[in-house]
């Protein structure tokens, strides 16, 4: 377990204050000596020494300028190590690790207790919550099922018991979860026998070695057996059956030469327990060489079973093996579809196209061919977008002609495809080749009215419109689709369109929660400018280019009274975080789930980052479509009624 002795001497200088230069004990040497407990953790660590002696450590201060850790840098900037108090307290009680200048691991003291009692893998290192005891992961608040598969492989390879416990479903987590109490004690009847269990699984896994890793899960789409008093059922049960687990060589190894036949893991099934992908048996080795042969047992047998309405529903053989060739192809060959060839890009996607199809005839359920045969169009417009493969309009054409739902969605993507084909042709007049993606839009909605994909078409055409001013035919476009699809995704994003193209003049109050947990609300703002900023930080060159003159606006209108307010639409908060530390953001930030389909960017019909609002000291929007910084800055100059300072400059404008 971590215990804080080290941190001690760390943060020795704490208590001198935030002007205290670091203690000796605050080193690039001494913080790069503290690793994570966990093993397996990917993370930035300098290899030489000039490398090392580049690095640079500073202190971390909080929003009252209080000391509070020490963070790590490398020579270019990039962050590398940050251990700071987060309780209060005295001694450090958070160690995060990065990759790439991002966090991606990060061990805390979450109760004080002066040990290690919670590990976080963020960013590109996962998505897991460990709890952990005694120094050893005791369960999980959070885990994947593809991370969840991963640890089972580690386990395995390590032989460690307790981890592979962690991440099998215990009786009290089944019956939380809304399992019947006889099903339980039918699928953990084996439990007490699970260490010899794991002991015969290891000698049956052929090829397996102390160095082999993780590749991946494979596995149909999650199945849910509903809350139903006649099964005994609970709560709505969400399960993955027959999925499989591919191990091999570390990628070092594997570039180096043919790989030795491996045996891969079946997992009967996997429960969804709140956030966290359990076991409900032991996987199984399999040998390589044999067929897959699907499980009947578990936890959908024993209720069927228990319940007397008949047999389980059996597993599809036949499905199962087709979707493992597709499986097999993409692994072997998605370079391919990733290279700078577009002849081998092409290649890739029609060879693909077989093997859709024996996926489409295996299947026996009528939504989940559509699925496939949607994949099979997908894959056609890939292989035409690249240009070497120009048939593939003729056999889209060839589909679009037998109507019905896979021809709408055809059409659709075909048209997409044609305006990025043309808008990449040398030469290529962009605004001509949008009028014409539009036209053809609209003659998309007159053949395919009611189609699955009519929405997003009436959606598509209202954002463009609006973008080339043409505000009169977006709220046309925004009008029929609330007509006609008002419960529809894009039906809300228009009404919420509509309800932002006629705030100006209007009160408005723009609130949620903060990325803290903290309530924001611009209505209590009143007597000052606010400036809303819907942004997000995978916005691309224009959020980029647009967020630093933001800073500087802010700063140049502070004393005047405005205040910047921004609604992230990051789906994820430790990207939130990274970008506000980058940038040095310093203004109230709205962060809730959903991205660009969350609340806000609902109700106001965000489709385009950044946008903003400016508000005036009375809690009146006074521009409702700011895409810049330099448009902001004219605005609220006006707004304010006021001059720019003498010399200042924004975006590069004198």
């Known amino acids: 377990m971590r215990k804080l002795g080290y941190t001690a001497a760390l943060l020795g200088c704490l208590s001198a204050g935030a002007a205290s230069a670091p203690a000796a004990d605050t080193t690039p040497k001494a913080m790069l000596n503290l690793r994570p407990t966990r093993g397996g953790v990917e993370y930035d660590t300098p290899a030489d020494q000039a490398a090392i002696d580049a690095c640079k450590v500073e202190l971390v201060t909080d929003a009252q300028k209080r000391t509070i850790g020490y963070a790590l840098r490398d020579g270019q900037g990039k962050l590398l190590r940050r251990f700071i108090i987060t309780n209060g307290g005295k001694a450090l009680n958070q160690w995060s690790y990065f990759q790439d200048g991002f966090e991606v691991y990060r061990e805390s003291d979450v109760n004080g207790d002066r040990s290690l009692d919670e590990c976080r893998w963020m960013n590109s290192g996962g998505t897991r919550i460990a709890a952990i005891q005694d120094g050893k992961i005791a369960a999980w608040k959070r885990i994947s099922a593809e991370e969840a598969s991963k640890m089972a492989v580690q386990a395995l390879v390590t032989n460690d018991a307790a981890l592979l416990d962690s991440l099998m479903a215990t009786p009290e987590e089944l019956k939380a979860a809304g399992v019947p109490d006889s099903v339980i004690a039918k699928v953990t009847a084996d439990a007490p026998k699970r260490a010899e269990a794991v002991q015969a699984l290891l000698k049956t896994l052929v090829g397996w070695t102390e160095k082999t890793v993780w590749n991946r899960f494979d596995g149909t789409l999650p199945h849910v057996i509903p809350a139903d008093p006649a099964t005994g059922v609970a709560k709505d049960l969400v399960l993955y059956e027959n999925a499989v687990i591919f191990a091999g060589a570390p990628a070092a190894q594997a570039a180096g030469g043919q790989q030795a036949k491996l045996s891969f893991l079946q997992v009967p099934e996997m429960i969804k327990i709140d956030d966290a992908w359990k076991f409900v048996e032991l996987p199984r080795a399999v040998d390589p060489e044999k067929p897959v042969v699907a499980t009947s047992s578990g936890l959908r047998s024993a209720i069927y079973e228990i319940a007397g309405v008949g047999d389980a529903p059996q597993h599809d053989a036949e499905m199962e093996a087709a979707l493992k060739t597709l499986a097999d192809y993409d692994k072997a060959n998605s370079a391919l579809a990733a290279g700078a060839d577009k002849k081998e890009a092409a290649r890739f996607h029609v060879d693909r196209i077989p093997l859709l199809r024996g996926v489409v005839k295996a299947s026996k359920d009528a939504d989940d061919q559509l699925s496939y045969n949607k994949q099979i169009v997908d894959s ?83 954002s463009a419109n609006e973008f080339n001013a043409e505000e009169d035919k977006a709220r046309e476009d925004y009008a029929k689709l609330v007509e006609a699809f008002p419960e529809s995704l894009a039906g809300k994003k228009a009404a919420g369109a509509l309800r932002r193209l006629d705030l100006v003049g209007k009160s408005v109050s723009i609130k949620g929660t903060g990325a803290q947990g903290e309530a924001v609300d611009t209505s209590q703002l009143q007597g000052k400018t606010v400036l809303v900023v819907f942004w997000a930080s995978w916005g691309g060159q224009s959020v980029r280019r647009e967020i630093p003159d933001l800073l500087k606006v802010a700063e140049k209108y502070r004393a005047k009274g405005l205040q910047i307010v921004g609604v992230s639409l990051d789906t994820e908060k430790a990207d939130l975080e990274a970008f506000q530390k980058e940038q040095k953001l310093d203004w109230p930030e709205i962060f809730e789930p959903g991205g660009i389909d969350g609340r806000l960017a609902v109700e106001y019909g965000v489709g385009s980052l950044p946008t903003m609002f400016l508000i005036d000291a009375q809690g009146k929007v006074v521009n409702r479509n700011l895409r810049t910084a330099s448009e902001a800055d004219r605005q609220i100059e006006k707004t304010l009624g006021q001059k720019s300072p003498a010399g200042v400059a924004l975006g590069g404008e004198k």
């Open 380 to 462: 056609l417009v890939a292989a035409y977008q690249t240009g070497a493969y120009p048939q593939g309009r003729k056999v889209l054409d060839g589909i679009i002609e037998k109507k019905g739902p896979l021809a709408s969605y055809a059409a659709f993507r075909a048209i997409g495809a044609e305006f990025v084909m043309r808008s990449e042709e040398p030469g290529g007049n962009y605004v001509t080749s949008q009028k014409k993606w539009m036209s053809e839009l609209e003659v998309f909605l007159k053949d395919f009215a009611k189609s699955d994909e009519a929405p997003e078409a009436w959606l598509q055409l209202g």
